[in-house]
């Protein structure tokens, strides 16, 4: 009792004396506490576990000898395959969730005032990531990374002239192979710290405003704009905010390591370092990275060609990394709507839906089909059929959204659409005499379908529940329900295992053992986000009454199938 009674009186002084209860960060109802919301924690946990592995592995690097250097780290330094593997799948992963932070937010409009500097800050972030992730991609020096800086200073020299592209390619590569992979090692640390520099100015913005209300609570208005900072469903920041950002924190960490170690058990699957592997192979076709495959496939689009001798893919090289973000970031000044819901904005919505749903299939079919020379009847294949299905899906949502009747006439129209946008480009390539267009037709289909998500989705929030501040709960239960207890105690034996485990390794042979290590590193960290996220859920069990039993332990499955994929395969 007298322990107890010390620890809480340290507790509340150290509270008290560390003006923990008045932080200057924006607060936020214990309702936002959801993955939708927090996207871009996902985000910038990828980033600062790229940043924390980088450093580590700009140690090891050797730029005189990239390819030599790249095998020694993961055949012969201690934890070194941890540290690149786990950092090339950060890489993928924070791309990804930029791709869905992005995209949510402009389907919601996110950006509508007073946010649109945020939302500038966070496209030019986004974008410069991009380029961060290529110089990385490159610093490996096989046979793929050169072949992509080849690609590239041909692109730039197609693209801006012999002259200005020559001097681009110079400060991006270099002129003198020797010095080319100090350059580009130069230019990815200082792209990363750039990005670094962005996203806290993005974070900054980001404080000042707070998160967008909810649609529940604002009935899909852009006003109020803000979170009232005198509500009484308020999460403290400290230490409520605190233990949720480290709960997905940890949990972002350990989904990016353990998927990392497996990529080691599923080299042909999931190959650790690029495909293919080995770094040795010979027998492949030349591509950038699949984040830049959109690039790919728009470059060898013949039709867009200029009868310009010194530039012919100038219009090439604008369309592919120039206009995507200047018309992102036009967005919110020419989305004056009041209204946030996508279905009351068709043309930004459906600007979003066909971006997003073209670099899906612009990145497939490079992957299926790459170096192939495109035709104007060829891309319709592939672009017409989401485009038709974006129009007619954002025609009759509207008429929903106005509590409209769809007609007979509504019906056919839209079939006819949809019919005339998949059949009629193949049927011009057939008549043009293009042959075999059925790779076209599948990646068109491919698009067709994702589009058709997306609308669902857009679909499933076009009416919603009205909320309203969370009053406490009644009577709140204070103890622990047994089987969160029992789950958390099997976290904590998951988490022991695998520390005694590495520890073992790190003392026999963490070269040998490289796999496991990796494996286990994910196991530690997949358990602590859970064991996180349950101090999470006894902070706020006041404001967010308990769930049914599966609500509750969704969250606890992912160390469990982790640990049992990881007894089947690795360990």
Known sequence: MAARMFVRKAWEWIYERGGLGHLPFYRVPYSYFTLDIWLGAIVASSFFWLALTGLLLLFYYRPTDPLESSKAIIFERPFGALLLTSHLYAAHFMLIGVFAHAFRNLFKGVYKRPRELVWIVGVATGFLALQTAFFGYSLVGDRIAKEAINIGSALNLRSLGEELGLYVVAILFGLDPTERYFRITALHVLLAATVFLLFLLHFGLFEVHGPAPKEEETGWKAEPARIPQDRSDLAPWFPVN??????????TWGFIVFTAGMAQRFADLLPPLFKPYPVEAEDFTPMPPWFFLYTYRIFQMTFLTLSLESTPQLLQFIIALVLP???????????????????????????????????????????????????????????????AA????????????????????????????????TALPPLLGMALGVPELHQEVAVGFMGLAFATVILGWIAAKLRVEPESELEPVQDPDSSIPWYLLLVALGEVGIASFSLIALAAIAFIDPVGYAMQATVLTGLLLLSGGALAHALFRALAAEWIPRGNVVDELKVHFLPYLALALAVIFVL
Do not use: C, H
């Open 242 to 251: 605190l233990v949720f950002i480290l709960a997905v924190t940890l949990m």
């Open 325 to 387: 973000p200047l018309i992102l970031m036009i967005i919110p000044f020419v989305d004056r709507k009041v209204s946030t819901n996508p279905v009351d904005r068709p043309w930004i919505t459906g600007l979003g839906i066909i971006l997003l749903t073209g670099y899906m299939q612009l990145t497939v079919w490079s992957m299926i089909e790459p170096g192939i020379p495109i035709r104007l009847v060829q891309l319709l294949t592939v672009a017409s059929p989401p485009l």
């Open 390 to 421: 974006t129009i007619v899906g954002l025609y009759l949502l509207r008429k929903v959204r106005r509590g409209e009747a769809i007609t007979p006439g509504d019906f056919l129209s839209s079939s006819g659409l949809l019919v005339a946008g």
